[in-house]
């Protein structure tokens, strides 16, 4: 993961948090993806806690500091992920894609030709290569 900094980590990771708290539910498959992160990216609670509460948490302001195209591939395949995770994309969850889809102009993932599982399982191997 040497295209990936900790702090990137720590930026996709509150995205995905983000993401989950857009439609106004928090279902368990979204925690359990969340909570698979954390632990795969070898991330502290405490730390993300911390981060959480220095930084200004607008998703598009704080992916305009990740400091490579595999981060940003990685958070826009990251928010792809928690939208699909409760099987239904809201609307709102489908606009803050297409936005930072536009803002990160790393490519485009089709939320409707993707799954769950192909994204699960492709979030997760890159989280965990050191």
Same mark, same amino acid.
Not at 46 to 69: G, I, R
């Given at each position: 993961?040497?295209?990936i900094t900790y702090k990137d980590l720590l930026i996709i990771?509150?995205?995905?948090?983000?993401?989950?708290?857009?439609? /106004?539910?928090?279902?368990? %498959?979204? *925690?359990? @993806? +969340?909570?698979?992160? $954390?632990?795969? &990216?070898?991330?502290?609670?405490?730390?993300?806690?911390?981060?959480?509460?220095?930084?200004?948490?607008?998703?598009?302001?704080?992916?305009?500091? /990740?400091?490579?195209?595999? %981060?940003? *591939?990685? @958070? +826009?395949?990251?928010? $792809?992920?928690? &939208?699909?995770?409760?099987?239904?994309?809201?609307?709102?969850?489908?606009?803050?894609?297409?936005?930072?889809?536009?803002?990160?102009?790393?490519?485009?993932?089709?939320?409707?030709?993707?799954?769950?599982?192909?994204?699960?399982?492709?979030?997760?191997?890159?989280?965990?290569?050191?």
């Amino acid at each position: 993961m040497k295209d990936i900094t900790y702090k990137d980590l720590l930026i996709i990771i509150e995205g995905a948090f983000q993401m989950a708290r857009q439609d /106004l539910k928090i279902v368990e %498959a979204e *925690k359990g @993806l +969340l909570n698979k992160m $954390v632990e795969a &990216a070898g991330i502290e609670a405490k730390e993300l806690k911390d981060f959480q509460d220095s930084s200004s948490l607008d998703v598009k302001e704080l992916s305009s500091q /990740l400091t490579s195209e595999k %981060a940003k *591939k990685l @958070l +826009l395949l990251t928010l $792809v992920a928690v &939208a699909l995770a409760d099987q239904t994309v809201d609307k709102s969850e489908k606009e803050m894609v297409d936005s930072l889809t536009k803002e990160l102009n790393v490519g485009q993932i089709d939320i409707g030709k993707i799954s769950y599982e192909n994204c699960e399982k492709m979030i997760l191997k890159l989280l965990s290569e050191k």
